[in-house]
């Protein structure tokens, strides 16, 4: 049964995107790739098959450009913060190595000035030793070393100063080299951090833009994901989902405007299998809308073939023949029996006979003409007759009646 076989493809990890998990659109661009089995709402569609598993390569190609796009939306928006984060944290981190930097800078200022000084003493010591009375005096007056007499004791304190400048200036000059290896490394990491911030930036504004474009590519990709489910085949069947939809709408509309008829959708696209493929013949499909891709015409009727003789009715307006009735669209309705017949499936104020919509209604209403129930074998086989006089036509009507109600769905209208 395809109630069972859709159930299968949905469950959680189907791997078909065919499914029937519905998904509102407005929140597809904002998450990431939907769950394989993701069905977009689509109103168009009778809510009672709305949610059937589809297949075919076009399906999936939609299917795989609009999941393809969100997938990427997703990822950007993900590098978009990750990179946000990195700014924030770079931006700590470069603040905290700038007040690092100014505090070296100040005591590599303070170090210099030490330095300085320290030179200053030493030159005024040398200076002093040489040209002021010599070094024990000079060193006394300096340094307030008192009285003192031994000279031994005097040359033993100025070597002491001396030493005492050297080591200083010894350990000084160790800490500038330090503090300035320290403000370089600084320095080079800042810029580092401020190439990663730019590289950051960067991808923020790149990804952020492609963002914004692939957003606005989402409308378009849903739109085109819809049509393709439309014109797909349900999955296990010869039925395009926009020929189920065709053949339910025109049986519930018979189903309230004539309930005796016991109308059911198998029984409409079992003329459509055997007419032409449900609009597939020719090199004709259905468009999203229901309307045949090419106009589908028949044979002229010539009364070879097995057909009757039908003069022309339309003057070639509708099967472009101006000498003979030709049978038109899917449901091969010709140009006389189509102008008492026509319907508007649709509700576009046009009756079509190259719509499935408008052609589907058209034969239900045709095949409930009689007033009979079609629920009765012999009434359903008077009325495949009415609609075409053979018998292995007839034959092949409910055997694919048969087969279309073996899937079990739509549910059942309620019968009168």
């Not at 569609?45 to 609009?66: P, T």
């Not at 085109?224 to 709408?249: F, K, Q």
Request: one cysteine or more.
């Amino acid at each position: 049964m395809l109630f069972a076989l859709v159930v299968a493809l949905v469950a959680p990890g189907a791997r078909s995107p065919a499914g029937a998990q519905a998904s509102g659109a407005s929140d597809s661009s904002q998450s990431g790739e939907p769950p394989l089995g993701t069905v977009l709402p689509d109103s168009r569609l009778s809510s009672s098959i709305a949610g059937f598993a589809v297949e075919g390569s076009a399906y999936r190609d939609a299917y795989d450009a609009w999941s393809g796009a969100l997938r990427e939306i997703a990822d950007d928006r993900r590098t978009v913060q990750r990179n946000r984060d990195l700014v924030a944290d770079l931006t700590v981190q470069r603040a905290a190595l700038r007040a690092q930097l100014e505090d070296r800078r100040a005591l590599l200022r303070g170090v210099e000035f030490d330095l300085d000084g320290l030179g200053i003493a030493m030159s005024q010591l040398v200076v002093a030793s040489y040209t002021r009375g010599g070094p024990i005096g000079d060193v006394a007056a300096m340094f307030d070393v008192g009285d003192v007499t031994d000279k031994l004791y005097a040359q033993m304190l100025e070597r002491d100063v001396r030493n005492d400048h050297l080591r200083r200036r010894s350990s000084l000059r160790l800490q500038l080299d330090q503090l300035q290896r320290d403000i370089s490394e600084l320095t080079n990491t800042l810029g580092e951090l401020a190439d990663r911030a730019f590289t950051a930036a960067t991808t923020i504004e790149r990804n952020t833009e492609r963002v914004a474009e692939l957003v606005a590519r989402v409308p378009s990709l849903e739109a085109a994901l819809r049509d393709a489910r439309m014109t797909a085949l349900i999955v296990g069947t010869d039925l395009p989902l926009v020929a189920v939809d065709a053949y339910v709408r025109a049986a519930a509309k018979l189903a309230a405007e004539k309930p005796q008829c016991s109308l059911d959708w198998t029984i409409i696209a079992a003329i459509g299998r055997i007419e032409s493929r449900h609009g597939n013949i020719n090199g004709a499909t259905l468009r999203p809308d229901g309307r045949a891709t090419v106009r589908i015409i028949g044979i002229a009727l010539t009364g070879g073939n097995g057909t009757a003789i039908v003069p022309d009715t339309d003057d070639g307006s509708i099967d472009g023949d101006a000498e003979l009735d030709r049978a038109v669209g899917p449901m091969q309705f010709i140009p006389s029996t189509w102008a008492i017949y026509r319907r508007d499936g649709n509700g576009d104020g046009v009756t079509d006979p190259q719509n499935i919509y408008d052609a589907a209604l058209a034969a239900a209403t045709y095949v409930c003409s009689s007033g009979r129930s079609l629920a009765s074998t012999e009434n359903l086989r008077n009325a495949y007759l009415a609609y075409n006089r053979s018998s292995t036509y007839v034959a092949n009507a409910f055997e694919n009646v048969t087969r279309y109600r073996a899937l079990a769905f739509p549910p059942a209208l309620p019968r009168p």
